[in-house]
């Protein structure tokens, strides 16, 4: 009998080559599988679902068969305010005992928030916490650290915000290049969230370290041809993170004519394969773009299920056994 599907070499991506007594060996690069990452929020008990520490959450993410973990840089998770030098050894030490070979962070900043008090040096504070996180990050094996960018906001125009979002993201890469990281740009928050905008961007910033995070459901939700802008984002992304859904209509009661008035639809999170994002896709054109970064899996929102530990790890497993098949 053949021998499985063996991996062969070690990366962001990894190729895969199958092999048997008298099957000679097939080119590595017609088998390519991404480093899956877990994202820790999704079991941070932000919405309501189960808790887990980092130390429980790094063992759950090697129970399940993830190469690596995607690490919220806030509390109750990764905060700058508890990691101090000891602190960092020793969840550097924990994330090796479990045999995880990729460790990103998950910045959580907004560049263009309480600009109503422009004598507030805000700005510079975020560059500042972008910076530290890039220090943490190397301090814990890994080269990548997600920001945002910022929400529109209402004192100034866009233009000029903009523009500040982009002196910002600037700073910060080349500081962050000091320790090898880079900085990557998620299309999140208003700024940049068109994926036509995001690769403005990115090209604005101009920096060698400063990369895309360019994810699926903004532009799936915005309407968008998601596998068409992903060939265009493929070669500036460094990592994506994968989350689907399923849209329910809301509807508002209006008595006055006894109907009902559309709002804007709920969506609900669901398992990968579930949802309206057609994720098969979406990734075959990345990699045809050049895309040969990691990609992360998050349960950041209610969750078809409920919140239950068992319902989080069913959902976890069956990314994992997706994005191996992909």
Not at 99 to 109: M, P
Request: with cysteine; hydrophobic share 45%.
């Amino acid at each position: 009998m053949a021998a499985g599907p063996r991996r062969t070499k070690a990366g962001p991506w990894l190729a895969v080559c199958i092999c048997g007594p008298g099957r000679p060996p097939q080119p590595a690069l017609q088998w390519l599988i991404m480093d899956a990452l877990l994202h820790s929020i999704s079991y941070a008990g932000t919405w309501g679902q189960a808790f887990l520490t980092v130390e429980q959450f790094i063992a759950k993410a090697a129970e399940l068969g993830y190469d690596g973990v995607l690490l919220a840089a806030k509390r109750p998770h990764v905060s700058l305010l508890d990691y101090d030098r000891r602190a960092r050894s020793r969840l550097r030490r924990l994330i090796e005992k479990h045999g995880l070979r990729r460790v990103a962070l998950a910045g959580y900043n907004n560049f263009t928030a309480d600009l109503e008090h422009p004598d507030i040096p805000t700005q510079e504070i975020q560059i500042q916490y972008v910076l530290e996180l890039a220090r943490l990050a190397a301090d814990l094996g890994g080269d990548l650290v997600r920001i945002f960018t910022g929400y529109e906001h209402p004192v100034l125009g866009y233009a000029a915000q903009w523009n500040m979002v982009v002196a910002a993201i600037k700073q910060c890469a080349r500081r962050a290049a000091r320790f090898g990281v880079t900085i990557g740009v998620q299309n999140h928050h208003d700024l940049a969230c068109g994926w036509e905008s995001l690769r403005d961007l990115i090209q604005a910033v101009d920096e060698p370290n400063c990369k895309a995070l360019f994810d699926a459901w903004a532009p799936a939700l915005q309407g968008a041809d998601i596998a068409a802008a992903a060939r265009q984002m493929g070669a500036i992304t460094a990592h994506t993170t994968i989350a689907n859904y399923q849209r329910r209509p809301r509807y508002r009661l209006d008595a006055g004519v006894v109907n009902y008035t559309p709002l804007t639809p709920y969506v609900l999170a669901v398992p990968v394969d579930e949802g309206f994002i057609d994720y098969r896709a979406f990734l075959s054109a990345l990699r045809e773009g050049g895309f040969q970064g990691t990609v992360a899996y998050e349960m950041c929102s209610p969750l078809a299920g409920g919140g239950s530990l068992e319902n989080l790890d069913r959902c976890a497993r069956r990314f994992i056994e997706f994005i191996r098949s992909v």
